[in-house]
């Protein structure tokens, strides 16, 4: 058993297996989840070279069952949880007038829903540790769009909003359980995700590590210094 463990979701790649990089740098064991397999094996093949305690398992944040099978598999490989990291998510850019409804059913799916019964499944766990150590921590990976709704990403924007609310809520329910619970709203990434920008070089943005130090800085934070979110933006970015 692991004296101290994680979950990473959307954890193969950017923000997601850069903050796993960090916590099993700090000693955590990492349960780390994507929904590719093989880009999966990759991710966590490249932690436990690196001789970090990395667990991989594959699960869609679409599907409850995998959803349900993740957090038991979890449970079962290292046996306590004091952070959760809801990092998988999914942005389709158009115009309203002119969106697929399977499109938006799977932005509800991943970015909501999914954050919504993850954390179901494992509050439990996270209660167990925050009565021991009175400092188990949920983070959710919202966006910027989730606070100034982004024209062409309107679903995207919606969801994210939801994330902060929800994380609101998350952190009145579990105040007295020692969980923390913070929403992350970065701008610009440099990850996949922002490929398809134009004008800002990936040098230019936010870098997955900018996220991970700040997990890190939410972990040695008092137990009476609750963060609900923290905002991520470049110079010169709206606020």
Not at 11 to 28: F, N, Q
Not at 62 to 73: P, Q, V
Not at 78 to 102: F, M, Q, S
Request: charged letters at 20%.
């Amino acid at each position: 058993m692991a004296d101290r463990a994680a979950l990473v979701t959307g954890g193969s790649s950017g923000i997601g297996l850069a903050i796993a990089r960090a916590l099993a740098e700090d000693g955590y064991g990492v349960t780390l989840s994507a929904r590719t397999p093989d880009k999966l094996e990759e991710a966590a093949k490249g932690l436990t070279d690196a001789g970090l305690d990395v667990h991989a398992v594959p699960a869609n944040m679409s599907e409850e069952d995998g959803i349900k099978s993740l957090a038991a598999a979890h449970q079962k490989h290292y046996g306590r949880l004091d952070v959760l990291v809801n990092n998988a998510g999914i942005g389709i850019g158009g115009e309203i007038a002119e969106a697929e409804t399977k499109k938006l059913d799977l932005q509800l799916e991943v970015n909501l829903r999914g954050v919504y019964l993850m954390s179901r499944e494992v509050i439990p766990a996270l209660k167990e540790a925050g009565r021991e150590t009175n400092k188990a921590l949920i983070v959710n990976i919202s966006s910027i769009a989730g606070k100034y709704g982004q024209p062409w990403l309107a679903a995207y924007s919606a969801t994210k909003a939801a994330v902060v609310a929800l994380s609101q809520a998350m952190q009145g329910e579990l105040a007295n359980d020692g969980v923390q619970v913070t929403a992350f709203c970065p701008g610009f990434v440099a990850t996949a995700m922002t490929d398809w920008v134009e004008g800002v070089a990936k040098e230019e943005m936010i870098q997955p590590e900018d996220l991970a130090e700040a997990v890190r800085f939410l972990l040695v934070t008092s137990p009476a210094c609750i963060v609900p979110e923290i905002q991520f933006v470049r110079p010169g970015d709206r606020m």
